[in-house]
């Protein structure tokens, strides 16, 4: 498996050295090739081993013995956890944990790209904040709500049943770019890293709510009419 890198529609591929020592193989000291790190999505971290398997670690079950390995971002401080396969002279790593963000395919463009930018300006939380109201602004004119602030047409979905009571609730309790004024502003004009991660959280549910599982209910739909019925 290869990881998306924070440039839409290009493909990289992580990799590390061959530490070998008297317990076996082993993943190296750093990680190449990761665009950003999963937790503070800072660009082109340092990832630092803290950790890492002697040789592929053992399995009661059927399957592919693989190598593991801890990194901790030097930014952060956060530790992922990938494992790898070995190559000719590089491990190549097939799954890391957390996994990079990625904006889901069945959300439209320009909130798809909006939603991706929300997700690696987590690290900048006005950015980050500025970028999930956009998000959030384009979902609501896909499903031809354009008029009025975004708050406007938000109630107007909830009146609509567009949107569930619980998902207006959450929009105005979250800042979503520059699109809420609050008294409160003029004092904290700056989003917290908490405040940030909420805004996020929300375009990423609302772009679900929206299209992904409308996508998702539509394919199963398909495929369950093209089935053939099994013969009693």
Same mark, same amino acid.
């Given at each position: 498996?290869?990881f998306?890198?924070?440039?839409?529609?290009v493909?990289s591929?992580?990799?590390? #050295?061959? &530490?070998? #020592?008297? !317990?076996?193989s082993s993943?190296?000291?750093?990680?190449?090739?990761?665009?950003?790190c999963?937790?503070?999505?800072?660009?082109?971290?340092?990832?630092?081993?803290?950790?890492?398997?002697?040789?592929?670690?053992?399995?009661s079950?059927?399957?592919?013995?693989?190598?593991?390995?801890?990194?901790?971002?030097?930014?952060?401080? &956060?530790?992922?956890?990938?494992s790898? $396969?070995?190559?000719?002279?590089? *491990?190549?790593?097939?799954?890391?944990?957390?996994?990079q963000?990625?904006?889901?395919?069945?959300?439209?463009?320009?909130?798809?790209?909006?939603?991706?930018?929300?997700? $690696?300006?987590l690290?900048?939380?006005?950015?980050?904040?500025?970028?999930?109201?956009?998000?959030?602004?384009?979902?609501?004119?896909?499903?031809?709500?354009?008029?009025?602030?975004?708050?406007?047409?938000?109630?107007?979905?909830?009146?609509?049943?567009?949107?569930?009571?619980?998902m207006?609730?959450?929009?105005?309790?979250?800042?979503?770019?520059?699109?809420?004024?609050?008294?409160?502003?003029?004092?904290?004009?700056h989003?917290?890293? $908490?405040e940030a991660?909420?805004?996020?959280? *929300?375009?990423?549910?609302? !772009?679900?709510?929206?299209?992904?599982?409308?996508?998702?209910? $539509?394919?199963?739909i398909?495929?369950? !009419?093209?089935?053939?019925?099994?013969?009693?």
């Open positions: 498996m290869h998306a890198s924070p440039v839409m529609g493909r591929v992580i990799t590390t #050295s061959i &530490s070998v #020592s008297s !317990g076996g993943l190296g000291e750093v990680l190449d090739g990761l665009g950003r999963p937790y503070c999505t800072v660009a082109s971290p340092h990832m630092e081993r803290v950790w890492a398997s002697q040789g592929p670690t053992r399995r079950s059927a399957g592919q013995s693989k190598h593991w390995a801890a990194y901790r971002c030097s930014s952060c401080g &956060s530790v992922t956890v990938v790898a $396969e070995k190559g000719n002279n590089r *491990f190549i790593v097939d799954a890391m944990h957390p996994a963000k990625t904006a889901h395919d069945d959300i439209p463009e320009p909130g798809r790209k909006f939603l991706q930018q929300a997700y $690696e300006t690290h900048a939380p006005d950015a980050a904040a500025l970028m999930s109201g956009s998000a959030v602004d384009s979902f609501l004119k896909a499903v031809e709500y354009r008029e009025g602030s975004l708050y406007q047409r938000i109630d107007r979905a909830l009146k609509d049943n567009v949107l569930t009571k619980g207006a609730d959450w929009a105005h309790s979250v800042r979503l770019g520059a699109n809420r004024p609050r008294h409160a502003d003029a004092e904290r004009p989003v917290s890293p $908490e991660e909420q805004s996020v959280a *929300f375009a990423e549910a609302l !772009g679900t709510f929206l299209f992904v599982l409308t996508a998702r209910i $539509e394919r199963g398909e495929a369950a !009419g093209a089935a053939k019925p099994v013969d009693a």
